[in-house]
């Protein structure tokens, strides 16, 4: 099946930096959404974003819905060793359609 | 508390055995999902139900089998056809109406002894 094309596979950063995040398709999505993975737990929802050109916040993460309806980013800001986890993008055609995924991008926080 | 509730945590396969995985999620949702993830390959799709007694296959259905006998649970059965089984499971239901905003299960990790 298709996938979301998130790179690169792994980013390194430094406690307090801020980090970007983007997430490209060839398809059109009308939904998309963040998700952050811990180690050995689920995927669990970040930002949604429902409508092309749509910024919306969640503390310190900012996340955009482009507006081509083809790409999204998410950016965290002054990050802290919390913030480190696999970041999984998702877009769905509609609510009764399937998810496709990104492939994820693993973020390490050096103290 | 609502949520998603994967059992066990951690599973052990022998040779030729089948073994199921347990998903039950009590916040009322008519759609369930299973995926796999292997690292570094994001979430593959193995089986979807959008109502109680109907799923169909994802995209590596095979190996795998599913019910959905009741609303809040969809088993997963990794059978012995599944020759590479050892992965981190997931499995999420998605709300009904709204956005159909998908939530995830804590995972269950299969190991082949």
């Known amino acids: 099946g298709q996938q979301l094309n998130q790179s690169p596979q792994s980013m390194f950063i430094q406690e307090g930096e801020d980090v970007s995040m983007n997430c490209t398709s060839s398809?059109?999505?009308?939904?998309w959404l963040w998700y952050k993975q811990d180690p050995g737990e689920g995927p669990v929802l970040l930002i949604a974003?429902?409508?092309?050109?749509e910024l919306t916040s969640n503390g310190r993460l900012t996340a955009q819905f482009g507006i081509t309806r083809k790409d999204s980013f998410l950016n965290i800001s002054a990050s802290i060793p919390s913030d480190v986890g696999i970041y999984f993008c998702a877009g769905q055609e509609g609510a009764n359609s399937k998810l496709t995924f990104g492939k994820g991008i693993t973020l390490s926080v050096r103290p | 508390d609502g949520g998603i509730t994967q059992s066990p945590k951690y599973l052990f396969r022998k040779e030729g055995q089948n073994v199921t995985l347990s998903c039950e999620q009590n916040l009322n949702h008519d759609a369930m999902y299973w995926y796999r993830q292997d690292p570094g390959q994001g979430l593959r799709l193995i089986y979807y139900?959008?109502?109680?007694?109907?799923?169909q296959k994802g995209d590596i259905a095979e190996g795998y089998s599913v019910s959905r006998e009741k609303k809040e649970s969809f088993p997963l059965t990794v059978t012995s056809a599944q020759k590479n089984p050892t992965a981190f499971y997931l499995c999420a239901s998605k709300e009904t109406g709204g956005f159909g905003i998908q939530y995830f299960g804590a995972g269950t990790r299969l190991s082949v002894l």
């Open positions: 974003l429902y409508k092309a050109g």
């Open positions: 139900s959008q109502i109680v007694n109907d799923f």
């Open positions: 398809s059109i999505f009308n939904t």
